[in-house]
């Protein structure tokens, strides 16, 4: 029995961290192209004309998120709909050494939701016209919080697409 004991832990561990090398490198060759792609682009947003809040929100992304990957990376992605950003936000912020806040990643996630709906719009249009009627209007719900909640307008389209 005592052997038993001492022999799980070290299995679970052991198990844990093959599990951790295995996905450091299960990437697929195409995958691995599409983050060279993101990778070589541009590094910065002009967030001149953003609302305050989001130009300081910008400022956390900037910081945060530059300390594991470059930042031209979560900018020039194919990410656009708020649950992309919404799932790529919490996975880096579980990321061991992020240290990213409940709060810092709430202002990352309205920096890229609020920058996709605007430099990303065509994108964003794709891919919401892609969607079923009720995912589409909560895409199209959550965007328009993030843009209500900084006074910024709501782009046309988006309230005359059918939701």
Partial sequence: MNKKCLFLPGAAALVLFMAGVARAGDLDAA?????????????????SQYPQHIQDA??????????CHKLSRPINSDFVLPDEWARY??????????N????????????LVYDSSVRK????????????????????????AIRGK?????????ASSGN
């Fill in 31 to 47: 995958t691995k192209a599409r983050i060279a792609q993101f990778d070589s682009g541009p590094s910065t947003v002009d967030v």
């Fill in 58 to 67: 910008y400022q956390v992304f900037s910081e945060k998120c530059s300390q």
């Fill in 89 to 98: 936000v919490k996975r880096m912020m579980y990321k061991p050494g992020s």
């Fill in 100 to 111: 990213i806040s409940g709060s810092e990643a709430k202002d990352i996630y309205e920096f």
């Fill in 121 to 144: 719009k065509a994108l964003l249009d794709q891919k919401l016209a892609t969607l079923d009627p009720k995912q589409k209007s909560a895409e199209i719900a959550k965007i328009d």
């Fill in 150 to 158: 900084y006074g910024a307008p709501t782009p046309a389209n988006f």
